[in-house]
T-cell receptor, first 114, second 117 residues
Framework: AQSVAQPEDQVKVAEGNPLTVKCTYS??????LFWYVQYPNRGLQFLLKYITGDNLVKGSYGFEAEFNKSQTSFHLKKPSALVSDSALYFC????????????FGSGTRLQVQP | DGGITQSPKYLFRKEGQNVTLSCEQN?????MYWYRQDPGQGLRLIYYSQIVNDFQKGDIAEGYSVSREKKESFPLTVTSAQKNPTAFYLC????????????????FGPGTRLTVL
């Protein structure tokens, strides 16, 4: 079985400050890890993905994520937050064999304050 | 939201009614998925299809049915057996070949909000 945990329901940061949204995972096998963002009443937008290789993955809108195998974590980061980054963020995982569907975390609401 | 469309945007269902949600993609993706989103619970997989004429139950398939007669289309029927269908429904698709950044990356439609009256 595979699972994803996002331990924080909400994260608040001031505009211009760095942000981190946490994600830990549990899989049997090598993981594929994803981050998505959702704005109100919209579908999910893909931000970035880890397959293999470099532990630091760069994605859309200045976001990046760091894969840490020993801590089974894949935290989303951005050096300088914007008010427009305020949204709901989802981490997702699948193993590289078997069922291709993703398992999603419960989501973290990011609020960037002006 | 890419090349995936969902209709209608809002849907109202009376007790005992079956309703069908539409999902169409023009991305030439083999795989398609249906998720249900409830507040505070993230996304839960209802059904998925990795190829035409084949589909598999997800984690919460009871009370739902699907078909995959065409590569572009993956409609979801919410039957009267689904006791609590009020939710936001999301369709997604992905390519399945190779091992690139695009493989298995799911692209989502804009969603359908279903409300039971």
């Amino acid at each position: 079985a595979q699972s994803v945990a996002q331990p924080e329901d909400q994260v608040k940061v001031a505009e211009g400050n760095p942000l981190t949204v946490k994600c830990t995972y549990s899989v049997s096998g090598n993981p594929y890890l994803f981050w998505y963002v959702q704005y109100p009443n919209r579908g999910l937008q893909f931000l970035l993905k880890y397959i293999t290789g470099d532990n630091l993955v760069k994605g859309s809108y200045g976001f990046e994520a760091e894969f840490n195998k020993s801590q089974t974590s894949f935290h989303l980061k951005k050096p300088s937050a914007l008010v427009s980054d305020s949204a709901l963020y989802f981490c997702a995982v699948r193993v590289n064999t078997g069922r291709r569907a993703l398992t999603f975390g419960s989501g973290t609401r990011l609020q960037v304050q002006p | 939201d890419g090349g995936i469309t969902q209709s209608p945007k809002y849907l109202f269902r009376k007790e005992g009614q079956n309703v069908t949600l539409s999902c169409e993609q023009n991305l030439n993706h083999d795989a398609m998925y249906w998720y249900r989103q409830d507040p505070g619970q993230g996304l839960r997989l209802i059904y998925y299809s990795q190829i035409v004429n084949d589909f598999q139950k997800g984690d919460i398939a009871e009370g739902y049915s699907v078909s995959r007669e065409k590569k572009e289309s993956f409609p979801l029927t919410v039957t009267s057996a689904q006791k609590n269908p009020t939710a936001f429904y999301l369709c997604a698709s992905s390519s399945t070949g190779g091992n690139t950044i695009s493989t298995d990356t799911q692209y989502f439609g804009p969603g359908t909000r279903l409300t039971v009256l």
